[in-house]
C-alpha cells in the first residue's frame, strides 16, 4: 500500500493528520504540537512515512535530559515554564503540580540531575494499580465477612435446634397422657410455635449455605407425581381449616419418571404454596405442571401456583424474591415468617437450570411460575428387567 494512501486512510478515521518532515527541527516539531493543540505528529521523508513523534518523545529526549541551549528552548516551547519535581514527590504532588501548568509531562530530578520523566499516563496507570489493590482487599474482606456470618448463623442456628426439637419431642409426648381440653390446647400451641421456629431455623441454615455456595442438588430417580401428591397432601389440612380449596393439575403429558433432586423440587413447591395458602384469606390456591419442552433424555417442566389472596402491586413483585423482604411492611407483622422462603426457592430453581417469576394485581391473586429442568429415566428393555430379576 503506497505511504499516501495509510495518510489519506488516518485522515479518514480521525479528521486531520498532522506532518512533519524527517529534517525538521525538534524546535519546529514541538512549535507545530502548540500551535495545533496536538500530541503527535506523522513523520514523513518526501512521500514516505518513516515514523511518529509524540510530545513524550520530545520530553523525555530533550526537556528532561539536556542543559543544551536549544533543548532549553524546546522546553520552554512545551511548557512555557521550566517544571520538575523530585524523585522523593509523592504522586499526588506530581499530578497537583501538572494540573496547576496545564502539562501532561514533568521532568524529575534527582539533587538538579535529570533521571526520567512522570506522565499523566503513568499518573492514571498507578493510581489504577492503587485502585486494584485496595478493591482486591476490600473483596477479600467481604468474603471473610460472609463466611464468618454463615458460620456464626450455622453454628447458632443448630444450638438453637436442637433445644427446639426436643420441646417438640416432649410436647407430642405430654399429648399423648391424660389431659384437659385447656391443657391439650395450650400444648397444641406450644408444639406449632415450636415446629414453626423449626422451620425458620431450617430456612435460616439453608440460606447460609446457599450464602456461601455450600449448597449442591442430588441426582435421584423419582416419581414426580408421587412427590407432588405428598406434598399437597402435606398442606391440604392447613388450606380447609382456612376454608380454602386446594386443588393439583399435572398434565397428561408430563412424565413419571425422572432423575433430579426430589426434595428441592418439593421444597420450592412447598415453599411457593404454602405462601399462597398463608396469603389467601378465601378462594382456592391451585397447582399447575405442564410440559414446557422435551428433550431426547430431558423435560422442562412448568409449575404455577395460583391464589386468589391479596395480590402484589407491579413495583413489588420482584421484591418477593429477595431474602429477608416482604411485599409490604405490613406482611411482616400479619404474616408468620422472615420472608426467606421466595429467596430460597429462586436460588434453588436457578440451580435446577430454571427461572421463576411472578404474575399478580393487587386484590386479585397471584400466580407464582417457575420452570425447572429434569432428566429421563432410561427406560429398560423387557428382557433387561426380567434378567435383573432373576439375578436378585
Not at 494540573?99 to 526520567?116: E, K, S, T
Not at 395480590?311 to 424474591?321: A, E, L, N
Not at 430460597?344 to 429442568?373: C, D, K, Y
Amino acid at each position: 500500500m503506497p505511504e499516501v494512501t495509510r495518510i489519506e486512510r488516518l485522515v479518514k478515521r480521525v479528521g486531520q493528520v498532522l506532518t512533519i518532515d524527517a529534517s525538521a527541527s525538534v524546535a519546529s516539531a514541538a512549535t507545530s504540537m502548540k500551535a495545533d493543540h496536538v500530541g503527535c505528529l506523522v513523520v514523513v521523508d518526501g512521500r514516505k512515512i518513516v515514523g511518529i513523534l509524540t510530545e513524550r518523545d520530545i520530553v523525555e529526549q530533550v526537556v528532561a535530559a539536556s542543559a543544551d541551549p536549544a533543548a532549553i528552548a524546546v522546553r520552554h516551547i512545551m511548557t512555557e515554564h521550566v517544571i520538575s519535581c523530585p524523585t522523593t514527590a509523592p504522586v499526588k504532588e506530581a499530578q497537583r503540580v501538572m494540573a496547576a501548568h496545564g502539562i501532561r509531562h514533568l521532568p524529575v530530578v534527582d539533587h538538579g540531575v535529570p533521571v526520567g520523566m512522570v506522565s499523566s499516563r503513568d499518573i492514571l496507570a498507578h493510581e489504577l494499580r492503587v485502585a486494584n489493590v485496595r478493591l482486591a482487599a476490600a473483596s477479600k474482606a467481604a468474603q471473610e465477612a460472609v463466611k464468618a456470618k454463615s458460620e456464626l448463623l450455622t453454628n447458632v442456628s443448630h444450638e438453637i435446634r436442637t433445644p427446639m426439637s426436643g420441646l417438640v419431642g416432649m410436647t407430642e409426648q405430654a399429648m399423648d397422657t391424660s389431659l384437659t381440653p385447656e391443657q391439650r390446647g395450650c400444648l397444641g400451641v406450644v408444639r406449632d410455635s415450636a415446629e414453626s421456629l423449626l422451620g425458620m431455623i431450617d430456612d435460616l441454615l439453608d440460606f447460609s449455605g446457599m450464602e456461601a455456595g455450600r449448597v449442591e442438588l442430588q441426582e435421584t430417580e423419582f416419581d414426580l407425581r408421587e412427590s407432588v401428591v405428598a406434598m399437597i397432601g402435606a398442606l391440604r389440612d392447613e388450606a380447609e381449616n382456612k376454608g380454602l380449596d386446594l386443588t393439583c393439575e399435572i398434565a397428561p403429558d408430563v412424565p413419571d419418571r425422572v432423575v433430579g433432586d426430589p426434595e428441592r423440587l418439593s421444597q420450592v413447591l412447598m415453599n411457593i404454596t404454602n405462601n399462597a395458602v398463608a396469603f389467601t384469606d378465601s378462594g382456592d390456591v391451585a397447582v399447575r405442571i405442564e410440559t414446557e419442552e422435551r428433550f431426547e433424555n430431558q423435560v422442562l417442566l412448568h409449575f404455577s401456583v395460583a391464589d386468589t389472596g391479596v395480590g402484589i402491586s407491579p413495583d413489588k413483585q420482584q421484591v418477593i424474591f429477595e431474602a429477608f423482604r416482604h411485599a409490604e411492611d405490613a406482611c411482616a407483622r400479619t404474616r408468620r415468617g422472615m420472608g426467606l422462603g421466595l429467596a430460597i426457592s429462586a436460588h434453588l430453581v436457578e440451580l435446577m437450570q430454571g427461572r421463576i417469576w411472578v404474575e399478580s394485581e393487587p386484590g386479585m391473586g397471584s400466580n407464582v411460575h417457575f420452570t425447572v429442568r429434569l432428566r429421563l429415566q432410561v427406560q429398560q428393555a423387557p428382557d433387561e428387567r426380567v434378567s435383573q430379576h432373576a439375578g436378585e
